[in-house]
């Protein structure tokens, strides 16, 4: 079982620092992780801060691991532990990643996948950020990707204007355009207006950082 409190960004007007679990919530969460309904995959919260023009050893140095959780219940434990997304401070991500790996592109188990890319209003990043959780542990994406595909994670990413950037990551780049993500996102958030709404493989991202 993987648990660690998170070190502090530095916080904006308006927001928090970076989550903190303290003893009583690890306990109570792993309590709910002995007892819960297994998920078909581990997850893991992330929490991270977008500075512009680190590289990708910097980001991902930077990236604090919340807590891996393999029930329904301990999913909700940590959920109702940190703060809402809506509490974050600008720059600030949370990330919810399938099994142990990193919110990193360059991750060996990203590297050849992509995400598709929506901008909501900050008002709906709560119920939008809380409905695709739900959709991805709960493996409703499952029917929408091919054969080989997978969503690998979900992030949230707090921005300092009116809208915010919601992220759904998957493995295989080349099999994105085949899936039906975006008809399911619509399907489970109808009254949610994205004000954008792309797709784009990591390795066509100009700061991806090809690892040898």
Known sequence: MAASTVDHFEPEEGGIESPELPRAAIRQISISE????????KWTFWLDKTVP??????????????????????????YNHIPDVSKLSRRLSYHL?????????????????????????KSETPIVWKELLLAAIGEQ??????KGDEIGGIS???RGGPEDIIQIWNIQATLAEQSTVI???????PDVKFSTIFYKAFQTHQAFEFRG
């Open 34 to 41: 002995e007892t819960g309904v297994p998920l078909n995959t």
């Open 53 to 78: 023009g680190t590289s990708a050893a910097e980001s991902e140095a930077s990236m604090k691991r919340i807590y891996t959780v393999n029930t329904v219940q301990g999913f909700w434990s940590v």
């Open 97 to 121: 990643m399938r099994g142990e790996r990193k919110p990193l592109w360059e991750d060996d188990l990203n590297c050849k996948g992509g995400h598709w890319r929506l901008k909501c209003s």
């Open 141 to 146: 994406f499952e029917t929408c990707m091919m």
């Open 156 to 158: 949230a990413s707090i």
């Open 183 to 189: 008809n399911k996102i619509k399907e489970l958030l």
